[in-house]
């Protein structure tokens, strides 16, 4: 079964975020900023899926107390480049956590998508949690392939952190797999026929770099 945690339903700095990412008149900063607020909520949030354990510290009054530390960091995996500034928020909540990155592109014709992932960085075997990281989840092609590439790699738990989801998306992951975690800030209801979430934020990629490819 895919659970999908939808923030934006119980958490009113969530649409704070969703405010400034989908509004058309935010710059390049503050999209920018706005998108790694949104990496840092999602990181936040997400960390109860992770494995804890309790660990003794001595604070500076020189008394004990008892707290959380992480067992294994989990590997964050974004896909590029409009991941960049998404998984920049990650790497602030989880600093120590290794970095893995992903490209592919999207070739449409006829009403369809066949999706070519020509670079990656991926360590040959993790045996942890996968955050695979993209701000936005269209179609799910492109992510259902990374997924199939993680699985191979022996990674046994995947977390999926989005900004914003399609229900298309959800539907044709909950199709391929049934043991994904989808955390996102909001799910939109379609796709138009570019495959760009409506309403959406427009291209993350584009307005997150600040350049829009030739």
């Known amino acids: 079964m895919v659970e999908i ?3 934006g339903e119980n958490l009113p700095i969530a649409r704070y975020i969703l405010k400034k990412l989908r509004n058309k008149e ?11 607020d949104a990496g840092k909520i999602l990181a936040i949030e ?13 604070t500076p009054l020189n008394e004990e107390a008892i707290e959380f530390d992480l067992i294994n960091q989990p590997i964050l995996i974004g896909i590029l480049g409009a991941a960049l500034p998404l998984i920049e928020g990650f790497m602030d909540i989880f600093p120590e956590a290794p970095v893995g990155l992903v490209a592919a ?5 006829y009403g369809s998508i066949i999706i070519d992932i020509y670079y990656k960085r991926l360590p040959e075997k993790y045996d942890g ?31 999926i952190a989005s900004v914003i989801a399609s229900v298309e998306g959800i539907k044709y992951l909950s199709s391929t797999y049934n043991n994904l975690i989808i955390y996102t800030l909001a799910v ?16 993350a990629g584009d307005r997150g770099l600040g350049i829009q490819p030739n």
């Open 5 to 7: 945690k939808v923030l």
């Open 26 to 36: 935010t710059g390049l900063f503050e999209f920018r900023k706005a998108m790694i």
């Open 129 to 159: 949690v996968a955050y695979l990281i993209d701000p936005m989840l269209a179609t799910g092609k492109t992510m259902e392939k990374i997924i199939k590439e993680l699985y191979n790699r022996d990674i046994k738990k995947i977390i």
């Open 105 to 109: 592109r999207r070739n449409e014709s």
């Open 188 to 203: 939109d209801e379609k796709l138009n026929d570019n495959f760009f979430i409506v309403p959406g934020l427009g291209d």
């Open 46 to 58: 997400s960390s109860k899926e992770l494995l804890w354990k309790e660990t003794k510290i001595v």
